[in-house]
């Protein structure tokens, strides 16, 4: 299982993923789902990824050897626009799942998911999530996160404390403590964690970054969350129901 | 959809689910999924359910009708533990299921969990879950919550700041906060909630405390732990990676 989540801020992007991958309990690996396109001053794109390894991985190598290939209508570099990206990655998936898809199923889902996001110079930076299908749809500031894979466990603190508004490093902070909640729910999930951290209109260079369980920040803020979070809720009013007395 | 959760206590037990039942999005209904068997002084027993709604209401009747029934051998009146009584709703369980699934299957999931707790007199107060194939766990005080139905989004408050020693009203305030996190985050899991609170070698008498949304402890606490999360989370330290700088 994968937790891919992207957040979508005024100041820019937050796109992060975990590393484990697994087919069965006995083939446990650490993989980058992330995947990183970007000539500097001129486009930067990103891509996160789950599902299926083998689609998933097909669909990115495919995105990364037409990114030279002039006469390729799914070369991201020839991309006007963040949606037309969008609709590339949308399309190489379909005709992966067209080659594969018959094969596959009666191994397992074949099926991935994606979150897209970045800048191209003179336009805005902007967050999609591609479904299964191929089709997507793009995140806004009422609706300013997006998530893949195993997104349940994840999605509550995001939904009572993210907002469009919040700086990077609150969003890194939101980050690590949706990925800690998943991580502590679901096995399959685990650091390290790879993070990509796009200010808006920087136009990169970007880098991916990779916190590990041992990284001083997560350990902080994880530490400090689940000490605290108990005296918080212990610090709210309690019932005076009679069946508690 | 449903979300049942019951929290194990030394204190005693803290069953909760919602009450919102739908087929298709056009036929929703509010319906009780609790379920209360009792004998004050002697044992009082406490079921809530998830899944097919026939499946559940199929087993609760049965063995509601049998509690006078002397001579069946799924009467929970004639359990000597709430092991055999949970051994008895697995039962049941295992022959609607029976009766059922081969006709129910081309429309849908017939199957069926149940959480199962209460205190027969001479012994301890003990909660179970039951799973669709009729097979059971027990919770402890290392296990100290179950939860059935959907029960992912209400899973990461219980994992920081639920344990066994919190006292009835804790319990209760982090059954709120739990369904919060799930109604906020799932459609068909709604308000009102059905709970029991149910006191440690109290046997008794039980009633059902239905909370609506407009019942003002749940107002309360909802909105105390919206406001302040975000406050909380903002009080924890922030980042110095330079990629925020």
């Not at 500031?141 to 469009?164: C, N, S, V, W």
């Amino acid at each position: 299982m994968t937790y891919g989540l992207g957040l979508f801020l005024e100041d820019g992007i937050v796109l992060t993923t975990d590393t484990r991958t697994n087919a069965g309990v006995d083939h446990i690996a650490t993989i980058t789902k992330l995947s990183l396109m970007q000539t500097p001053g001129e486009r930067v794109m990103f891509l996160a990824s789950a599902g299926n390894l083998a689609t998933t991985q097909a669909v990115v190598t495919l995105l990364n050897q037409r990114l030279k290939n002039e006469e390729s209508d799914t070369n991201l570099n020839k991309a006007q626009t963040m949606f037309d990206g969008a609709s590339m990655v949308g399309s190489v998936l379909r005709d992966v799942m067209n080659d594969n898809a018959t094969f596959v199923q009666g191994y397992g889902d074949p099926s991935a998911s994606f979150l897209f996001g970045g800048q191209i110079k003179g336009g805005k930076h902007r967050l999609f999530m591609i479904y299964p299908a191929g089709n997507f749809i793009e995140a806004s500031p009422d609706t300013p996160f997006l998530q893949i894979g195993e997104t349940k466990y994840g999605k509550p603190i995001l939904d009572r404390a993210m907002a469009h508004d919040v700086d990077l490093t609150e969003a890194v902070k939101l980050t690590l403590i949706s990925f800690d909640a998943t991580v502590r729910s679901n096995l399959s999930v685990a650091a390290p964690f790879d993070m990509i951290i796009y200010r808006a209109n920087s136009i990169g260079p970007v880098e991916v970054r990779r916190v590990g369980e041992d990284n001083a920040y997560y350990h902080q803020i994880k530490d400090a969350y689940n000490a605290e979070i108990r005296d918080f809720v212990r610090s709210l009013p309690a019932t005076d129901w009679e069946e508690c007395a």
